[in-house]
């Protein structure tokens, strides 16, 4: 069928109505491809597998990387991310979303429009620096990021750092939660596994939740913040509470770095979340 034609109708499959048995939890995950499997699309599809989901994808970059860093960045067309989210959403239903690297404002745009009459759980994380400084996401692209998806967000997930960049300087974790809110996110979890002390701190617009993170010394962290987005999309998908998903992702984050790949390139090695599957 060539790029752009409609959809052909098709008859239900009972197989894969789920007829007959439950239906398994279906997250779409919206973010760069990080060739070296460490990050991004990569690091969410082996997430929603650890939690017992079904993965799907919309690539919005594609990053040339590996554990020492990006080397280069190739932007997906709208157009053709606009046809990925059209097809997933079309044929195989959403249950919850989340975004990661989406490096451009019209990328941004474009996904807010083709989510916005899904109303589906949708987990942003406001991916901009790599750890290795490289820039994910373009400086005019920010204030779209805040004014069309935090709006449609369940909740925002930044770094201590992408914190203070989205809430105009440094404060506490509570503090960055509020001023993110402000502008516009329904709720707020200010990642801080890598900070003193390690907590992840939950603001839902009312109640203040800290979630004590166990931090291991590993150099093997690539991928983390990746990973608790993806396991918390996760868990929105299969019901979880806001605060479960959270406690959850905190949790099998925590863990994936404890049996981080410390053995697999020459920098920061990739987390280890298939190595949980099934733990307690």
């Not at 959403?94 to 745009?109: N, P, R, W, Y």
């Not at 930044?158 to 506490?172: D, F, I, R, T, V």
């Not at 479960?244 to 090695?269: I, M």
Request: charged share 20%; hydrophobic share 45%; glycine share 12%.
């Amino acid at each position: 069928m060539p790029f752009g034609a409609e959809n052909t109708p098709v008859e239900p499959d009972p197989v894969r109505t789920g007829e007959g048995r439950e239906l398994i939890s279906r997250c779409l995950t919206i973010a760069g491809s990080d060739s070296g499997g460490g990050a991004g699309i990569q690091a969410d599809l082996k997430a929603f597998a650890a939690a017992g989901c079904y993965g799907m994808s919309a690539i919005a970059a594609l990053t040339a990387q590996n554990t020492t860093g990006v080397t280069a960045v190739h932007e997906v067309s709208p157009a053709f991310v606009r046809a990925q989210l059209d097809a997933v959403l079309d044929d195989l239903g959403v249950d919850a979303a989340k975004t990661g690297m989406l490096f451009s404002q019209e990328v941004i745009e474009t996904v807010a429009d083709t989510l916005a009459p899904w109303g589906v759980p949708l987990v942003v994380d406001p991916v901009m620096i790599a750890n290795s400084g490289a820039r994910l996401l373009r400086d005019n692209a920010v204030e779209t990021l805040v004014a069309r998806l935090f709006p449609l967000a369940t909740v925002v997930t930044p770094n201590l750092h992408e914190a203070e960049a989205l809430a105009g300087g440094p404060g506490s974790r509570r503090e960055l939660a509020e001023r993110i809110h402000d502008r516009g996110a329904p709720a707020v979890l200010v990642t801080g596994g890598h900070g003193e002390p390690p907590v992840d701190h939950l603001f839902d617009g009312q109640h203040h939740v800290e979630i004590l993170v166990e931090r291991h010394d590993i150099p093997a962290t690539h991928g983390a913040g990746c990973t608790h987005s993806a396991t918390l999309a996760a868990g929105l998908a299969r019901g979880l509470s806001l605060e479960a998903a959270a406690r959850e992702a905190a949790r099998v984050a925590s863990q994936a770095v404890r049996n981080g790949l410390t053995e697999l390139g020459a920098g920061d090695g990739p987390v280890d979340v298939l190595r949980l599957k099934g733990a307690a």
